[in-house]
């Protein structure tokens, strides 16, 4: 069992399920569960069985790997390696899938088997794109992704269903074909230098391009990735997106899709153009800061509860693109446990907006208000998650943005600072939605049950993984450290800054000893 | 034992997650143990490990790692604790604060719906309060910080169906993180030139890497001051504090004694080495502190909500400890912290009280005569009034507050201007404060009200009006050095303050304080007893009633934020609700659309213009195939 | 002519026969199914004499005729596309009246012509492939007489083809009185890059094929052609007759040096990316699928062309598989389209697909592979075929070029998604009516679909043996 069978694995459940889907519809669902549940329990096995940090090099960071030869012609293979980065993703992949599948267990109704096809292709995208290390497989699974995503969107999604799955799909679709245009020019380039035409990522890593074409093919993979992220000025697709989706749609989409972004910027735009980066990186890192700040903003004027939480999302994520772009080991650590802890909180919160809306028929937020009295439960599920997502300390997207913020304080200051007022920003986008749906008075008309066991479960299991990585975060940033570093070495040299002042040198008392190099 | 230096936290903490996860199904009984004793556990603990303090003397320090947080390169803080005299001073008076208030609260919140949602929430913020004062490093400190600041929220807004408190709430934690977010800019700062946010190694290695007065040291430590600012209601980030009234009493009392408020004062007197290094910096908190405690004592003498006088009361005393820690009298603002957690717990407990007997008026004007009724409620309210305002000699807040105007006139930052505003604010103090008593529990009986509380609220009363005087000893000379005791207490941690001339008139700046004190107490004798009505001709003048709006609004700084910051955020978040950028690509799409229906003209079904077409495209080929 | 140039010219011999023997047993005998079934055997006899004129090629077979393997794998491409049309129509046919025989006719000499056209090495030949295939196509269109649009399309192709032909035979004649020759491979070696005769002559017979090719600014006539022709013949129209032009484009590349001629160059980028934009722009809000695909196919037509532009053989190559790739699709498309006619009308309208996803889940999954295949969605041959366009414009710095195709596609996205749209909306209460109408796809359709539809997927996810004999094909070309 190698890791070819992580993406096997769903697109299997994904063709059982749809075709128990013809005589229950309840078959589909338990076929996805289990499926992604082994899926969930391969990966973790891997995970155990992976040698020890100290074991792993850094830049040899592959746990498992798998290589053969697709289309010879044009230089391309299936190649597939999975190191604590992907692992990781692809972890919270898996099991933001079973939460995917558990959450619309009452909300999708008819066509279920298709439905979970749907669910279970796009998985199997976004597993690809995770362990991909094959430019053009790369791509193929970014693509591939774009469909049954539509699928989910167009099909069972709400009003404006139509518009938004295709504004979703062009968006990405067009980035993508930017990006696909970086890649052949990258293989061309290389090839042309060394007579070797592929493209597999390990070979292409070290071509030698000049600034210009470094800018352009770096650009060209940007787009792709801005778009997915996403980064502001091209993030307009998602709150559509985002708000029309069913429930489990706006769960992957929020928790895995616009990881697939970040995942880009990391593993492929910045080892492969380190000097592009390097001189764009203050242009990055500013675009992030205004995202955290411009996404907060819409967030906080929302009426549509769906709505407002997507632009949390692109405020989040700017947290995640500044730690990509200062790039050291804080904020790329940062940057990663902000990307899980994203796809736990804010999946959450999309969960519990699907709850709202199955019971209110509305997502409109004045027609709640109050709630506290008639689900408590609920209440509190939305309390908590809310606090994940303004960052509060102790649970574990505070530990992404501190980490984040920590490590661009070595890049720039004054970014930094502009990037930390996101933290009042979203208090007041957090708190508004508490008091607009929980809190106020409660109206006199409204009525409805409180979460059950199904959904009360799944949510604490998703807080107690928010609390665990809160206050203790080891397990996660250890998993990611050889390949977090490997990376770093990948980028450009003078990307990362030294990590302190004057006082570098010398180890204080021993309670640091350990942790100045 | 010092090894169960971890309960002192863990318990509070402990308490909120058991009735968090199960408190609904708990009866009442319960949950006011669980929630009560779990403080009241940390207070033993807690003076279980001052005892242990009291042998080993001043230089003892007790640490313990729990567990290794999160390490990243080279940032690595654990969850450790470290308690010295300072943070031994912080957790004994919030433990034991905090647990009267917790038992008060018993009998104060039997009536109400979400029992054991409140004390969940209390147990929280006594938890989190401990964690902040015993950190030893910033991170864990900032968990804390951010701890408390979630805790007023939440009770802030308790009573949640009213949107007004929901506001209140908000507007608590908004300020405040903005301060907060002021500090986590601070930590970034620190770590990136120092390379540590352990506490101790950060306050040697600033020593050793910054020269006095260099830029560096004058940033990080303007910026730790934004969100003490922030946290302690000074001016100017004060205006959420008055508000922050909306929630149930108990839980005043638990942020303006116990908790939150203090956590700036904390943090200063733990960093003073950095502030020290920050001379712009440490006169800024002397003039902060200074102006604060003037303006909000100003505030608090035209407040009509029994509650907003204190409000503004804590604001105006804060005011002192900013400006004890301005002019580098660290240990004093301490001791003015400790009086004044006991005094304040129990004004707001008293004050508690008295709303309980009025069916929850809380207009002093509408109250009055209560004296008799409630005669436990008045005798401990006079000692909390006369703490509060200083009466010479016996009560706990002379002592404490003659130490902080003695040193504001003689330490080396000190000067006159700063003793004399302190000398002004402690007049206006007493004037307010009596005020309060008189109107109050002097006067006719203007309502019918109920009579003391039960036990369970009574008892706290008595226990915080005793420790209001007693705390007063703290201030006796210690024989050795001649030094007061809270000084020598925490001589290890907090240096003396450098006295710029030696020759202090001290029986002189004494004398003034006193009269100034007794001045006010009688000033609202004549004012509020003898003549009620000139107060209110008073108002009633032109000059008068402007002067009036103006304290009454805490001068109007509500309304400048909301013309400067709330307003135009609100403007530009509404107008751009859908998202300004979405146009360019809906005018792309638009576009699409208008060229669609323009090639679409080309369309006409007719043959003769197909061959046209054909004819046109010729000309074009070979126009550019020959001619270009 | 010796035995080997028998051989090598064997599957246009076979071709031809079988038009003849159709002709012969249609005077004999009025039998559909006789006619049909000698059609399909001469197609594959055709097909299968492609083996033994490999063994020999490449072989100049008079001047006229090439037979390389190039010719061969577009042979071999052509008489795959007559076959699936011919299987299409069968059932089309029989519901559309009496004397569906001298279809089959017309059908095997169009195939006849594009054979001819694919194997050409000199203008003569090259007219009469063209021609041959033009004319079947008038009777092909106009095909179903009772059908008054089938009519005015005919007509409209008869006048404007004759029009276009007008301009590729004066360009001819052109090119002839600049370089003294109508050998392909002799106007190469006499043709002075300069000379405005020679220019303006090649530019005329640019002309000429532009409008086979349906390319702006010659593509006016295809929606109204599209729409009005009966739909398997649309997808011939698309597929073959297009595919054998393009197939000659590629050939008179190498010998008119048509890249290295700056203006040339121009010519054809201009008539690319106009041809990007204007088909997709065109098609956005069509509510006609037949004028959808008209205008997609303009558009495909000049993503063809950036790799045509590319050049060499990387171009070639990415051009051929791209044009098989869209052999399959558009024949998938139009044989859904086809196989869903009713007997009163074709279902050309997007509102006749609503729904059908939910009634004829197979059929519209089928609908949805083609449309996401033109789309360019990976899984299907669309994929590659893009892909390797973009890949041969991105190799020879086509920026410009490939930039439009990235928006063309982004754009074209649209209203393929539209039409998925429709199929998966819930389907319209009261439309039961209708539903009544539609038949049942018969088994036979449904075999040629699911067909197309693995083919298209195999193409997707396997392209190597294709590319493999393509580059083959293509680096031994004459």
Same mark, same amino acid.
């Given at each position: 069992m190698t890791v070819e069978w992580l993406i096997l694995i769903p697109l299997i459940g994904g063709v059982l399920a749809w075709i128990g889907g013809r005589r229950s519809s309840l078959l589909p669902r338990l076929i996805?569960?289990?499926?992604?549940?082994?899926?969930?329990?391969?990966?973790?096995?891997?995970?155990?069985?992976?040698?020890?940090?100290?074991?792993?090099?850094?830049?040899?960071?592959?746990?498992?790997?798998?290589?053969?030869?697709?289309?010879?012609?044009?230089?391309?293979?299936?190649?597939?390696?999975?190191?604590?980065?992907?692992?990781?993703?692809?972890?919270?992949?898996?099991?933001?899938?079973?939460?995917?599948?558990?959450?619309?267990?009452?909300?999708i109704k008819e066509r279920t088997g298709f439905f979970h096809l749907n669910l279970m292709l796009v998985l199997t995208g976004i597993?690809?794109?995770?362990?991909?290390?094959?430019?053009?497989?790369?791509?193929?699974?970014?693509?591939?992704?774009?469909?049954?995503?539509?699928?989910?969107?167009?099909?069972?999604?709400?009003?404006?269903?139509?518009?938004?799955?295709?504004?979703?799909?062009?968006?990405?679709?067009?980035? /993508?074909?930017?990006?696909?245009?970086?890649?052949?020019?990258?293989?061309?380039?290389?090839?042309?230098?060394?007579?070797?035409?592929?493209?597999?990522?390990?070979?292409?890593?070290?071509?030698r391009l000049t600034p210009g074409q470094s800018l352009w093919l770096m650009l060209g993979f940007a787009a792709a990735f801005a778009v997915k992220l996403p980064a502001v000025p091209f993030h307009s697709w998602l709150p559509d997106a985002h708000s029309e989706a069913p429930t489990a749609g706006s769960l992957i989409l929020a928790g895995l899709l616009l990881k697939t972004?970040?995942?880009?910027?990391?593993?492929?735009?910045?080892?492969?153009?380190?000097?592009?980066?390097?001189?764009?990186?203050?242009?990055?890192?500013?675009?992030?800061?205004?995202?955290?700040?411009?996404?907060?903003?819409?967030?906080?004027?929302?009426?549509?509860?769906?709505?407002?939480?997507?632009?949390?999302?692109?405020?989040?994520?700017?947290?995640?693109?500044?730690?990509?772009?200062?790039?050291?080991?804080?904020?790329?650590?940062?940057?990663?446990?902000?990307?899980?802890?994203?796809?736990?909180?804010?999946?959450?919160?999309?969960?519990?907006?699907?709850?709202?809306?199955?019971?209110?028929?509305?997502?409109?937020?004045?027609?709640?208000?109050?709630?506290?009295?008639?689900?408590?439960?609920?209440?509190?599920? /939305?309390?908590?998650?809310?606090?994940?997502?303004?960052?509060?300390?102790?649970?574990?997207?505070?530990?992404?943005?501190?980490?984040?913020?920590?490590?661009?304080?070595?890049?720039?200051?004054?970014?930094?600072?502009?990037?930390?007022?996101?933290?009042?920003?979203?208090?007041?986008?957090?708190?508004?939605?508490?008091?607009?749906?929980?809190?106020?008075?409660?109206?006199?008309?409204?009525?409805?049950?409180?979460?059950?066991?199904?959904?009360?479960?799944?949510?604490?299991?998703?807080?107690?993984?928010?609390?665990?990585?809160?206050?203790?975060?080891?397990?996660?940033?250890?998993?990611?450290?050889?390949?977090?570093?490997?990376?770093?070495?990948?980028?450009?040299?003078?990307?990362?800054?030294?990590?302190?002042?004057?006082?570098?040198?010398?180890?204080g008392g021993e309670s640091s000893g350990e942790m100045l190099r | 034992m010092t090894d169960l230096l971890w309960l002192i936290p863990f318990m509070p903490i402990a308490g909120f997650t058991v009735l968090v996860l199960a408190g609904s199904r708990l009866p009442r009984s319960v949950t006011g143990t669980i929630g009560t004793g779990t403080v009241g556990l940390s207070a033993v603990v807690s003076m279980l490990l001052a005892a242990g303090f009291g042998v080993k003397g001043d230089g003892y320090v007790v640490t313990q790692t729990l567990w290794q947080w999160l390490s990243v390169g080279d940032f690595s803080p654990r969850f450790s604790l470290y308690l010295d005299a300072l943070s031994l001073v912080m957790v004994l008076v919030i433990t034991c604060v905090g647990f009267l208030i917790h038992l008060y609260s018993i009998g104060f919140m039997k009536n109400e719906e979400g029992y054991s949602r409140f004390f969940a929430y209390m147990n929280l913020f006594v938890g989190s309060m401990l964690v902040l004062v015993l950190a030893d490093n910033l991170v864990s400190l900032y968990l804390g910080w951010e701890g408390v600041g979630l805790c007023s929220y939440l009770l802030i807004g308790f009573w949640y169906r009213d949107s007004a408190n929901g506001y209140a709430a908000r507007k608590a934690f908004v300020i405040t993180r903005v301060g907060d977010t002021a500090l986590a800019v601070g930590l970034f700062l620190l770590f990136t030139n120092l390379g540590t946010l352990q506490i101790q190694e950060l306050m040697q290695r600033a020593q050793a890497e910054w020269p006095a007065g260099s830029k560096i040291a004058v940033i990080?430590?303007?910026?730790?001051?934004?969100?003490?600012?922030?946290?302690?209601?000074?001016?100017?980030?004060?205006?959420?504090?008055?508000?922050?009234?909306?929630?149930?009493?108990?839980?005043?009392?638990?942020?303006?004694?116990?908790?939150?408020?203090?956590?700036?004062?904390?943090?200063?007197?733990?960093?003073?080495?950095?502030?020290?290094?920050?001379?712009p910096v440490q006169s800024a908190i002397a003039i902060i502190g200074a102006a604060t405690l003037l303006l909000a004592g100003l505030s608090a003498f035209v407040q009509r909500d029994i509650k907003r006088v204190l409000a503004y009361s804590t604001i105006s005393q804060i005011g002192y400890m900013f400006l004890a820690l301005g002019v580098g009298a660290w240990s004093a603002a301490l001791f003015h912290f400790m009086t004044h957690a006991f005094f304040k717990a129990l004004l707001f407990l008293g004050a508690g009280a008295v709303i309980l007997a009025m069916d929850h008026e809380h207009d002093i004007f509408k109250m009055g005569g209560l004296r008799s009724r409630m005669p436990v409620t008045f005798w401990t309210f006079l000692i909390g009034v006369a703490s509060l305002s200083a009466l010479p000699f016996v009560t706990s807040g002379f002592y404490s507050k003659d130490l902080i105007l003695k040193l504001a006139w003689s330490s080396e930052r000190g000067s006159v201007w700063l003793w004399a505003a302190g000398v002004a604010g402690a007049f206006i103090t007493s004037l307010y404060a009596f005020r309060l008593l008189f109107v109050v529990f002097f006067g006719d009986r203007l309502t019918r009200a109920k009579s003391d509380p039960g036990i369970s609220m009574t008892a706290p009363l008595v226990v915080l009006a005793a420790l209001s005087v007693a705390a007063g000893l703290a201030a006796l000379p210690e024989p050795a050095s001649g030094r007061q005791a809270i000084q020598q207490f925490l001589s290890g941690v907090l240096p003396a303050a450098h006295i710029r001339d030696e020759r202090t008139p001290e029986l002189f700046l004494l004398l003034i304080a006193s009269c100034a004190s007794i001045g006010g107490m009688l000033a609202a004798w004549l004012l509020y007893v003898l003549f009620p009505r000139y107060a209110e001709g008073l108002v009633q003048t032109r000059a008068g009633r402007s002067v009036h709006r103006l304290l009454f609004t805490g001068w109007g700084f509500d309304r400048i934020y909301d013309r400067l910051f709330a307003g135009p955020f609100l403007w530009l978040t509404r107008i751009n609700r859908d998202d300004f950028i979405d146009l360019v690509y809906e005018g792309a799409a638009w576009y699409s659309g208008v060229f669609h229906h323009l090639l679409g003209l080309t369309q006409t079904g007719k043959v003769r213009w197909y061959a046209f077409g054909i004819g046109l495209g010729a000309i074009i080929t070979i126009g550019i195939a020959v001619f270009l | 002519m010796t035995t080997n140039d028998f051989y090598a010219l064997s599957p246009l011999l076979a071709v031809g026969a079988a038009?003849?023997?159709?002709?012969?047993?249609?005077?004999?005998?009025?039998?559909?199914?006789?006619?049909?079934?000698?059609?399909?055997?001469?197609?594959?006899?055709?097909?299968?004499?492609?083996?033994?004129?490999?063994?020999?090629?490449?072989?100049?077979?008079?001047?006229?005729?090439?037979?390389?393997?190039?010719?061969?794998?577009?042979?071999?491409?052509?008489?795959?596309?007559?076959?699936?049309?011919?299987?299409?129509?069968?059932?089309?046919?029989?519901?559309?009246?009496?004397?569906?025989?001298?279809?089959?006719?017309?059908?095997?000499?169009?195939?006849?012509?594009?054979?001819?056209?694919?194997?050409?090495?000199?203008?003569?030949?090259?007219?009469?492939?063209?021609?041959?295939?033009?004319?079947?196509?008038?009777?092909?269109?106009?095909?179903?007489?009772?059908?008054?649009?089938?009519?005015?399309?005919?007509?409209?192709?008869?006048?404007?083809?004759?029009?276009?032909?007008?301009?590729?035979?004066?360009?001819?004649?052109?090119?002839?009185?600049?370089?003294?020759?109508?050998?392909?491979?002799?106007?190469?070696?006499?043709?002075?890059?300069?000379?405005?005769?020679?220019?303006?002559?090649?530019?005329?017979?640019?002309?000429?094929?532009?409008?086979?090719?349906?390319?702006?600014?010659?593509?006016?006539?295809?929606?109204?052609?599209?729409?009005?022709?009966?739909?398997?013949?649309?997808?011939?129209?698309?597929?073959?007759?297009?595919?054998?032009?393009?197939?000659?484009?590629?050939?008179?590349?190498?010998?008119?040096?048509?890249?290295?001629?700056?203006?040339?160059?121009?010519?054809?980028?201009?008539?690319?990316?106009?041809?990007?934009?204007?088909?997709?722009?065109?098609?956005?809000?069509?509510?006609?699928?037949?004028?959808?695909?008209?205008?997609?196919?303009?558009?495909?037509?000049?993503?063809?062309?950036?790799?045509?532009?590319?050049g060499g053989v990387k171009g070639a190559t990415a051009a051929t598989y791209y044009l098989s790739a869209y052999f399959v699709t558009t024949l998938g498309a139009f044989g859904v389209i086809s196989l869903r006619s009713g007997r009163d009308r074709e279902r050309e309208y997007i509102h006749d697909y609503r729904g059908l996803a939910w009634r004829r889940p197979w059929l519209a999954g089928v609908f949805t592979a083609m449309l996401l295949s033109l789309a360019g969605i990976p899984l299907t041959a669309g994929f590659i075929g893009k892909f390797y366009a973009i890949s041969a414009g991105v190799g020879s710095s086509l920026w410009f070029q490939v930039v439009s195709v990235a928006i063309g596609s982004a754009i074209g996205l649209f209203y393929y998604l539209r039409v998925i749209s429709v199929m998966y909306a819930q389907p319209e209460r009261h439309s039961g009516g209708r539903q009544a109408v539609a038949r049942a796809i018969s088994f036979g359709g449904g075999m040629i679909l699911a067909l197309l539809t693995l083919g298209l997927i195999l193409l997707g996810v396997w392209p190597s043996p294709l590319i493999g004999l393509i580059t083959r094909a293509v680096s031994g070309m004459n």
């Open positions: 996805s569960v289990a499926s992604l549940g082994a899926g969930l329990a391969m990966t973790a096995s891997l995970w155990n069985a992976s040698p020890p940090v100290a074991g792993r090099t850094a830049g040899q960071a592959w746990i498992a790997e798998f290589n053969t030869s697709w289309i010879p012609q044009l230089g391309i293979g299936f190649h597939l390696g999975l190191d604590g980065l992907s692992l990781l993703l692809v972890l919270l992949t898996f099991f933001l899938g079973i939460v995917g599948v558990l959450c619309s267990w009452n909300e597993v690809g794109v995770f362990l991909s290390l094959d430019l053009f497989l790369f791509y193929f699974f970014w693509e591939l992704m774009l469909v049954p995503m539509y699928f989910l969107i167009s099909i069972w999604g709400h009003e404006k269903r139509a518009y938004a799955s295709v504004k979703f799909f062009i968006f990405t679709q067009l980035s /993508g074909i930017l990006m696909l245009l970086g890649i052949l020019g990258l293989y061309f380039i290389h090839g042309r230098s060394t007579g070797i035409y592929t493209f597999d990522y390990t070979q292409l890593l070290g071509t972004g970040a995942y880009g910027f990391i593993r492929f735009l910045v080892p492969l153009f380190p000097d592009a980066v390097e001189s764009v990186r203050l242009i990055g890192m500013v675009l992030s800061a205004a995202g955290i700040l411009y996404g907060a903003a819409l967030a906080f004027s929302q009426e549509d509860l769906k709505r407002l939480i997507a632009y949390t999302s692109i405020s989040h994520m700017g947290f995640v693109m500044l730690g990509i772009f200062a790039w050291n080991e804080l904020s790329l650590q940062g940057a990663v446990i902000q990307m899980v802890c994203h796809g736990f909180s804010t999946g959450a919160l999309f969960v519990l907006a699907g709850i709202l809306q199955a019971r209110l028929h509305t997502r409109e937020m004045s027609a709640m208000g109050g709630l506290w009295a008639v689900t408590p439960r609920m209440a509190g599920m /939305g309390l908590f998650f809310g606090l994940a997502s303004l960052g509060l300390p102790g649970l574990g997207n505070f530990i992404g943005e501190f980490l984040v913020l920590l490590g661009s304080y070595r890049v720039s200051g004054l970014v930094t600072a502009a990037a930390a007022t996101g933290l009042i920003a979203s208090a007041l986008y957090s708190l508004r939605l508490m008091q607009r749906v929980f809190h106020g008075p409660k109206r006199d008309d409204l009525t409805m049950a409180d979460i059950a066991v199904r959904e009360t479960t799944i949510l604490a299991v998703m807080a107690a993984v928010i609390v665990v990585i809160g206050l203790y975060p080891g397990p996660v940033l250890e998993t990611s450290k050889p390949a977090v570093e490997g990376l770093i070495q990948k980028g450009n040299p003078s990307l990362t800054p030294p990590g302190r002042g004057p006082g570098a040198v010398k180890p | 990080a430590a303007a910026l730790l001051l934004a969100g003490a600012i922030g946290k302690s209601a000074q001016l100017p980030l004060q205006t959420w504090l008055p508000d922050a009234m909306a929630g149930p009493t108990p839980v005043s009392a638990l942020i303006h004694a116990a908790t939150m408020v203090t956590a700036g004062v904390y943090l200063i007197a733990r960093t003073h080495v950095l502030f020290t290094l920050a001379p | 038009a003849l023997a159709v002709m012969i047993g249609i005077s004999v005998k009025r039998s559909m199914t006789a006619t049909a079934g000698l059609t399909v055997a001469g197609l594959f006899v055709s097909f299968a004499m492609l083996f033994p004129a490999a063994s020999i090629a490449p072989r100049i077979v008079t001047p006229l005729l090439v037979i390389d393997g190039y010719a061969l794998f577009y042979m071999g491409l052509v008489l795959a596309g007559t076959l699936t049309v011919v299987l299409l129509s069968l059932e089309y046919l029989r519901d559309r009246g009496a004397h569906p025989e001298e279809y089959y006719i017309l059908l095997l000499l169009a195939a006849f012509g594009s054979m001819t056209l694919v194997a050409s090495r000199h203008f003569g030949s090259l007219f009469l492939g063209l021609e041959i295939l033009s004319v079947s196509l008038y009777g092909l269109i106009a095909y179903v007489r009772g059908n008054e649009k089938g009519i005015e399309a005919g007509i409209k192709y008869l006048v404007l083809a004759a029009v276009s032909a007008a301009f590729l035979v004066f360009g001819m004649a052109l090119v002839y009185t600049a370089t003294g020759s109508l050998e392909f491979s002799r106007i190469g070696a006499g043709a002075t890059p300069t000379d405005p005769l020679f220019l303006a002559g090649a530019a005329m017979i640019i002309v000429g094929m532009g409008f086979k090719l349906a390319v702006v600014p010659f593509h006016l006539w295809t929606p109204d052609v599209y729409e009005g022709a009966p739909a398997p013949v649309t997808a011939f129209i698309a597929t073959v007759s297009k595919g054998a032009v393009f197939a000659l484009l590629l050939r008179l590349a190498g010998p008119f040096h048509i890249l290295d001629h700056p203006t040339l160059f121009t010519v054809f980028s201009v008539i690319a990316v106009g041809s990007i934009f204007a088909g997709n722009l065109l098609a956005l809000s069509q509510g006609n699928i037949k004028r959808i695909l008209a205008y997609s196919s303009i558009a495909h037509l000049g993503y063809l062309l950036v790799a045509f532009l590319a």
